[in-house]
């Protein structure tokens, strides 16, 4: 069942992070999965190097620079236009939070010719830079349950903060960080008080 791959109107969304399954935000595909408005198309792994990084509660963030970090595994499912309107929702687009772009994916099967265009949902551009260089500009090739260890969910974070505002924490904090991907802000974003945000605009 689900939205068919050549549907009219179907968009193909290459996932990386917390919509994988398995995660936490899976519970959305799947209640979209049952109303008929996506389907699995299968394991994918981009064909550029993109970089993978972590930001405030271990959230993922796939950033735009093709060339940058690593090929990165992830899911690819086919979303008919009324369940694109609730990912781009979870995702805050209107935000600015991400922005759905375009990715050139392929299967694992290195025999098989399958690469395809997809979209994904990319680290805004007005503070993507900043979260590459708080993270050392290393990134990861998979968001694996090792890497996600520790994420908070959406609901457990402090709620007097917007999500912007939790970006910004985070890499005004970079300094003190441990290393490069440790999460400073999971121990001290809950009782941080708001900081003016250059990297974004509201």
Excluded at 31 to 38: K, L, P, R, V
Excluded at 39 to 66: A, K
Excluded at 125 to 147: H, R
Aim: aromatic fraction near 10%.
């Amino acid at each position: 069942m689900g939205v068919e791959e050549g549907a009219e109107k179907s968009t193909i969304i290459f996932t990386y992070g917390t919509l994988k399954r398995g995660f936490s935000n899976h519970l959305l595909l799947q209640d979209i999965i049952s109303n008929g408005d996506a389907s699995f198309l299968g394991v994918y792994q981009t064909v550029d190097r993109l970089p993978l990084v972590c930001g405030p509660y271990r959230v993922p963030f796939l950033l735009n620079f093709p060339g940058l970090g690593e090929r990165v595994w992830g899911e690819l499912y086919a979303v008919s236009a009324r369940g694109l309107i609730r990912m781009d929702e979870l995702e805050g687009i209107t935000k600015a939070h991400y922005e759905r772009l375009p990715i050139k994916v392929q299967q694992a099967q290195p025999n098989i010719e399958s690469v395809r265009m997809a979209e994904a949902y990319y680290a805004h551009g007005n503070y993507a830079e900043a979260l590459w260089k708080t993270n050392g500009e290393k990134g990861y090739s998979i968001y694996s349950e090792k890497e996600a260890k520790g994420y908070v969910k959406r609901k457990d974070r402090p709620q007097h903060l917007t999500f912007l505002e939790q970006i910004g924490l985070f890499i005004s904090s970079s300094g003190q960080q441990d290393s490069p991907n440790s999460c400073y802000c999971n121990k001290h974003l809950s009782t941080a008080a708001p900081l003016p945000i250059d990297v974004v605009n509201h």
